[in-house]
């Protein structure tokens, strides 16, 4: 099989490619990736002399690059996407041209060369659950998005389905919650957190810190993916979440510094996001009675696991927040 991914140079599309290759070595990737400020080749050094792995760099709202990658591949897994909530807040633009139009191009592309296609989206279209209450989402959980982000991204979901509605497109689609692992942004929470710890510096926690996610481990998401994409029913969109009974922000930052064996007086409240959900949980048994799928360890193991993958691999990291990491394109593929 040969598979296209977008994205693949970000937090969980590197993850997927390196599950892929060391699960299935005989297929070939393509990743496709504009390499904004998340993406990082980096997270890809073991793989980049593989004769089965290729990088191309390029927009997926370009017509023509992505016509031309489309037309020799099996299967499209979309991960590229502008991804953080915050970032959407200060500037919607990059989010609508390469969530909604970027979805666009990449869907003419699948459609005009006949390429089943797989759409990695987000809990986040759901809009957020009471503190509190048992509910979950669940497949049939109606859309209510509430920052640029989740809109564009639930417009996004919308054109996949409208392409298998309207085209018979093959396609399904993944709604997840947060995932958390190896090869994360540290501006997101738990690396955030972590490399602070590391470097001596305060932890920034928004409003209250009293907001829920559905955390999610990246390898048991990629191994989601692999199991929608050989067994999942063409049409239908899978829910995927973890299993963490209602933890807290705050409840996550005092075990990583119990872990970490660090003080709580490191912890310093900032001002609220504006619209901040307040909890979100998911009900995933359709793709565990379907497809046999659950996360394969707790949530404290899981980010034990986290934690000693940050402290092991601190130039990693640190090559990002200097920007450093910006210049390994260059020297490796230019
Ligand atoms: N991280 C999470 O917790 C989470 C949760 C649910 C869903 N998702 C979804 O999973 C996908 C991957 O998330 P992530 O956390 O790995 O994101 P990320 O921000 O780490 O990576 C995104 C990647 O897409 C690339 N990209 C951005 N714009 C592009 C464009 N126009 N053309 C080509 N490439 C482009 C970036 O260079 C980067 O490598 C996204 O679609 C996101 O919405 C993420």
Not at 19 to 45: C, H, M, R
Not at 59 to 82: K, M
Request: glycine share 6%.
């Amino acid at each position: 099989m040969k598979l296209l991914v977008t994205g693949g140079a970000g937090f969980i599309g590197s993850n997927f490619i390196l599950y892929w290759l060391s699960k299935y070595p005989q297929d070939k990737i393509v990743n496709f990736d504009k390499l904004t400020y998340a993406g990082n080749l980096e997270n890809l050094k073991s793989v980049e002399k593989n004769p089965n792995y290729e990088f191309v760099q390029g927009d997926i709202c370009n017509h023509e690059l992505t016509n031309q990658l489309t037309n020799s591949v099996d299967i499209i897994i979309h991960f590229a996407a502008e991804s953080h909530v915050d970032r959407s807040i200060m500037d919607p633009a990059p989010f609508i041209k390469t969530n909604i139009e970027g979805t666009y191009v990449l869907l003419e592309a699948a459609l005009k060369n006949k390429v089943r296609f797989h759409h990695v989206s987000t809990d986040e279209v759901f809009g957020a659950l009471e503190l509190n209450s048992k509910e979950k989402f669940n497949d049939t959980t109606p859309y209510n998005p509430h920052s640029p982000y989740s809109a564009s991204k639930a417009s996004s979901d919308h054109l996949v389905r409208s392409y298998f509605d309207t085209y018979d497109l093959p396609i399904t689609i993944s709604n997840c919650s947060n995932n958390f692992g190896s090869y994360q942004f540290p501006e997101k929470l738990i690396p955030l957190a972590i490399t602070n710890i590391v470097e001596g510096k305060k932890i920034p926690v928004y409003g209250d810190g009293l907001y829920v996610r559905d955390w999610l481990y990246v390898d048991d998401h990629c191994r989601a993916i692999d199991l929608i994409i050989q067994k999942g029913q063409i049409g239908k969109t899978y829910l995927v979440g973890g299993l963490t009974e209602d933890i807290s922000n705050i409840e996550i930052i005092k075990k990583i510094l119990k872990i970490m064996d660090k003080n709580e007086n490191l912890i310093e409240y900032v001002k609220d996001r504006p619209g901040h959900d307040r909890r979100y949980a998911i009900d995933w048994s359709t793709i565990n009675k379907e497809l046999g799928w659950k996360p394969e360890h707790n949530f404290d193991d899981y980010l034990k696991m986290t934690i000693d993958w940050y402290v092991k691999n601190q130039d990693w990291w640190k090559r990002i927040k200097t920007g450093e990491y910006q210049k390994y394109y260059e020297k490796q593929y230019k």
